[in-house]
Structure formats: structure tokens, C-alpha cells
């Protein structure tokens, strides 16, 4: 796998992670803010899981073209015109009053992140060594869900203050830092531009009056790095085919994933209804105490990314993020017996700091197991797959609201999920065996990928 070849470009990462975490909490704002708007305005659960199915959607649908965006066109023309569109969109949507207008303008500002999602995502390792991979991982985890704390707090308080025109022109003004990214950012990727300079011969070829084969040709000065660039590789065959699928390993990951934010995931819908009707909160609380998971993922990215480092075998690394995914469902499950929003942030920070700590296995193992020149359309497939099955959960728990009480349905959500973990457990446990039996030691296969080779 190909990462930094000589030192990590920090510059470039701290970049990439203050236009990811102001971006996340413009998403976040103006998801929070609409979401409130609706319940406020006395829409049940079909209305608002139709709004985050329709923000979700775009990211599952236009994967198979993002992903290869991300891997064949520049890195930077891509974050400079998605931010510039996603910024228009949101000033639009901020003046937009037809509820259908409104959620067509929601879907497309969700197709310019569908584009920026694998971008970002996939010019971390371009931007590190391997050994500085599960710190950077932690770091852009740590930014993009900061601006998931920051994003629903400030839609409780500014809807509640200012009604939900002003936030949303706070929103549009923060798709200007991809933009800002994309022309700071140095360490690029993708598309055809050249990332060496022509190379010169050593020495001068003399003049001969008749060419001899038997002279071996004199050897090329090594190709120089462009000035704001790593290096992109070509893609090469196993790059240029790459498919999921055959990776047993990476596939049972994936699906266990999705498979468990399907089953949990109607708590996105239910949640509103049940912080602001059942547990009677107000709209300060409710951004409050929503923002109590996104902090605990900040710190189980950062308790979680050393563990990552000393697990070179990628099947026990696996094994680790299903516990973590169970432990998410768990937290879930005893909220529902709550009398009261406050008591949530606790129960809520520690799931979140599980939820954090899987993340950044998932970034570690997929960016481990693929070529570099794949790792746009990894990113995408990985987003596109929780995202389908999070839409599911969201048009499920959408329906069910309508025939009973929201804490009912949380304690349903946390017990389906600690079932779909239990189901995947023997499908991740029989990938780790087949991966290591297929090439040797896990251990040694882990520790080759972390140090950069190709298997």
C-alpha cells in the first residue's frame, strides 16, 4: 500500500482536518436545524425520516461515480468546486420555503459531500507514513466529529434565538473551508496532472558514427517530486480492478458494519421524539445533550488510535471494532430506561467513545488492505454501505413512531443491534482464519501492510 514515502506533510493534515470539522458541523447544523424545524412545526416520524433519508440517499446512490472521481480527477478541483456548489445550495436553502423544494435542494447538498467524503478521506494516507496513520486517522476523526457536537448544540440555540434562517447562512458559509482546503492543501491525488518532472539523462549521450548494441544504456537521474505534491502512483492492475468482494477480510468488515448501523440506526429518528416528547426537553437541551455522542467519539478516537498501531494483525483488529460496535448497542439499549435527558450524556458519552474507537479501526484496516490508487472508491463503498443501511433504520423507525411510544423503540433499537452483532460475530471470526491460513502469520501480513508493502 502506498502512503507518505519519506515524512508526514502535518501541514497538510491539519489542513484536511479544520475543513473537515468545520464542514461536518455546517452538516450537522443543517441537518439539527431542519430536523427541529419540522418537529416543531408538529411533523411526525415519516416527515423527518423522509428529510434524512434524502441527505443520506445521494451518498449511497452516487458512490460507484464519487468513489472514481476521487481516484481519477485532482483532489484539489474537486474540493475547490464542491465547496463553492454545496455553498450556493445551502444560501438557497436557506431562503427556501416549499417543503419540497427544501428537501430536493437537502438531497443535492448531500451529493457535494458524497464527493468530498472519499476525497478527504483517502488524502490522509497520501499525506503520512504508516506508523503516523492510526494518529492522523484519530485526528480528522477528532475534527469531523467535533463539528458533530458543534453542529446540533448551535442549531438548539440559534433556532430557538433566531428561527432557522440564520443558521443555515452559517452553513453555507462553512462549505467555504473545503475550498479554502483544496487551494492550501499541497499533497494531492487523482487525475491525469503530472507529479514528476521529466526525467534528464546522467550524462550527455557522445555522438557515435554508428550506433553499438552492446553499450548498456546509461542509467536516468530518479524522477524528482513536484514541488506541492506527493508523488501519485500510477494505477497499476490489482489498483485498477480492485473489488471488495475477494477481500474476505475488508468484505466482513463492511457488512458487519452496515449490518449493525441497520439495526440500530432508526434511533436517529426516534431520538428527537424521545429527547423533546417523552424525556420533555427543550430545544437547548435537546442540541446539548445529542452532542454528548459526538464527544465521546473525539476521545475514543484518540484512546482507541494507539491500540490500532500495536494490532498488526488485521483479524484481531476486526474482531476488536465488532466488540466496540456491541458495546455502542449496549449504550443504546440502557438509555431507554432514563427518566430524565441529562442522565443520557453519560450513557451517551461512553457509546460514543466505542463508536469513535471502531471508527478509526475501519480507517486503519481499509486504508492497510487497499492500493492506494483504489482507496477513493474504498472510501466510497465503505460510506455508501452504512449509509444505505442507516437509511433503512431511518425509514423503519419513521414508521414505527406511528405505532408506538419512542421509548419502546429505543430499547428495541439497542436490542436488535446487540443482535446483529452476535449474528456477525461468526462470519468476522471465520474471515480472520481465512486470511491468515491464505498468506501466513496475521501478524507478519498486518505488520508488512503497516509498513507500506504491496502483498
Excluded at 446487540?418 to 471470526?429: D, G, I, K, R
Excluded at 491464505?438 to 509498513?451: F, L, M, V, W
Aim: charged share 15%; hydrophobic share 55%.
Amino acid at each position: 500500500m502506498s502512503f507518505a514515502s519519506c515524512r508526514s506533510r502535518w501541514p497538510d493534515v491539519w489542513l484536511a482536518t479544520a475543513a473537515r470539522g468545520i464542514s461536518s458541523c455546517g452538516d450537522f447544523l443543517a441537518a439539527s436545524t431542519l430536523t427541529l424545524a419540522l418537529q416543531s412545526a408538529g411533523a411526525g416520524g415519516p416527515a423527518v425520516a423522509g428529510l434524512l433519508i434524502a441527505a443520506s440517499l445521494p451518498l449511497v446512490a452516487l458512490a460507484p461515480l464519487t468513489g472514481r472521481l476521487a481516484d481519477r480527477v485532482d483532489s484539489r478541483t474537486l474540493l475547490v468546486a464542491a465547496g463553492v456548489v454545496q455553498a450556493a445550495i445551502c444560501l438557497a436553502l436557506a431562503y427556501a420555503g416549499h417543503p419540497a423544494l427544501v428537501i430536493a435542494l437537502v438531497a443535492l447538498l448531500a451529493a457535494g459531500l458524497a464527493v468530498t467524503q472519499p476525497v478527504l478521506a483517502a488524502l490522509v494516507p497520501a499525506m503520512v507514513t504508516p506508523g503516523d496513520l492510526p494518529r492522523a486517522s484519530a485526528l480528522n476523526q477528532t475534527a469531523g466529529t467535533l463539528g458533530a457536537l458543534a453542529g446540533p448544540a448551535l442549531a438548539g440555540l440559534l433556532v430557538g434565538q433566531f428561527g432557522t434562517r440564520v443558521p443555515l447562512l452559517l452553513d453555507a458559509v462553512s462549505y467555504l473551508a473545503l475550498v479554502a482546503a483544496g487551494l492550501l492543501i499541497r499533497t494531492r491525488r487523482g487525475g491525469a496532472r503530472p507529479a514528476t518532472t521529466k526525467p534528464r539523462p546522467a550524462t550527455k549521450p557522445q555522438p557515435t558514427a554508428k550506433p553499438r548494441p552492446a553499450v548498456k544504456p546509461q542509467p536516468t537521474a530518479k524522477p524528482r517530486p513536484a514541488a506541492d505534491a506527493h508523488p501519485t502512483p500510477a494505477p497499476d492492475g490489482p489498483a485498477r480492478g480492485w473489488r471488495l468482494r475477494p477481500d474476505r477480510l475488508l468484505f466482513a468488515m463492511v457488512a458487519s458494519l452496515a449490518g449493525v448501523v441497520g439495526a440500530v440506526g432508526a434511533i436517529n429518528v426516534i431520538e428527537v421524539f424521545f429527547i423533546r416528547e417523552t424525556l420533555g426537553s427543550s430545544t437547548t437541551v435537546y442540541g446539548l445533550v445529542t452532542g454528548a455522542w459526538p464527544l465521546g467519539i473525539v476521545a475514543g478516537a484518540w484512546a482507541l488510535a494507539p491500540l490500532t498501531r500495536r494490532l498488526t494483525d488485521d483479524g484481531r483488529l476486526l474482531g476488536v471494532g465488532l466488540l466496540l460496535l456491541g458495546g455502542c448497542c449496549l449504550a443504546v439499549l440502557v438509555s431507554a430506561a432514563v427518566p430524565s435527558a441529562w442522565l443520557l450524556v453519560p450513557i451517551w458519552l461512553l457509546g460514543g467513545l466505542l463508536n469513535g474507537g471502531n471508527n478509526v479501526v475501519s480507517n486503519v484496516l481499509l486504508a492497510r488492505r487497499v492500493p492506494e490508487a483504489a482507496r477513493g472508491r474504498a472510501y466510497a463503498v465503505l460510506g455508501a454501505a452504512v449509509q444505505g443501511a442507516g437509511m433503512v433504520g431511518l425509514a423503519v423507525g419513521g414508521l414505527l413512531l406511528d405505532l408506538a411510544d419512542p421509548r419502546p423503540l429505543v430499547a428495541a433499537c439497542g436490542t436488535v443491534g446487540l443482535l446483529a452483532v452476535a449474528a456477525f460475530a461468526v462470519p468476522v471470526l471465520r474471515a480472520a482464519r481465512a486470511d491468515r491460513a491464505a498468506d501466513g502469520p496475521g501478524q507478519r501480513r498486518g505488520a508488512a501492510r503497516a509498513a507500506g508493502a504491496t502483498p
